[in-house]
């Protein structure tokens, strides 16, 4: 069984940057696509980005294109989140999750696995 653990959330001021890293053990994590999800107080959850197997494809959601790098090193089971250029407006839990589709695609319902979250709060 696919089990995530996500790290490197911290307090950081606006237009800071942080990366978060997200580990799979159980599975090797070339059997999944990831995505990356948050979650801010009060609000529903929404897709950030999301990689494909073999990182061949990535998609971003609109509020953080240009600013928002998702990587992956399968040989480590490990997934990156490069956040820059940080505003308010990301703060939340981040999560990470897998789907087994070959393509990434951040409305998939078939995300599962979700690791327990790590929090970004970006604040002055």
């Known amino acids: 069984q696919l089990q995530l653990v996500e790290s490197g959330g911290g307090l950081v001021q606006p237009g800071g940057s942080l990366r978060l890293s997200c580990v799979a053990s159980?599975?090797?994590?070339?059997?999944?696509?990831i995505g990356w999800f948050r979650q801010a107080p009060g609000k529903e959850r929404e897709g950030v980005s999301c990689?494909?197997?073999?990182?061949?494809?990535?998609d971003y959601a609109d509020s953080v294109k240009g600013r928002f790098t998702m990587s992956r090193d399968n040989a480590k089971n490990t997934v990156y989140l490069q956040m820059n250029s940080l505003k308010p407006e990301d703060t939340g839990v981040y999560y990470c999750?897998?789907?087994?589709?070959?393509?990434?695609?951040?409305?998939?319902?078939?995300?599962?696995?979700w690791g327990q979250g790590t929090q970004v709060t970006v604040s002055s």
């Open positions: 999750a897998a789907d087994p589709a070959f393509f990434c695609n951040l409305r998939s319902t078939r995300f599962a696995s």
């Open positions: 159980g599975l090797p994590l070339d059997y999944y696509t």
């Open positions: 990689i494909s197997r073999h990182g061949g494809s990535t």
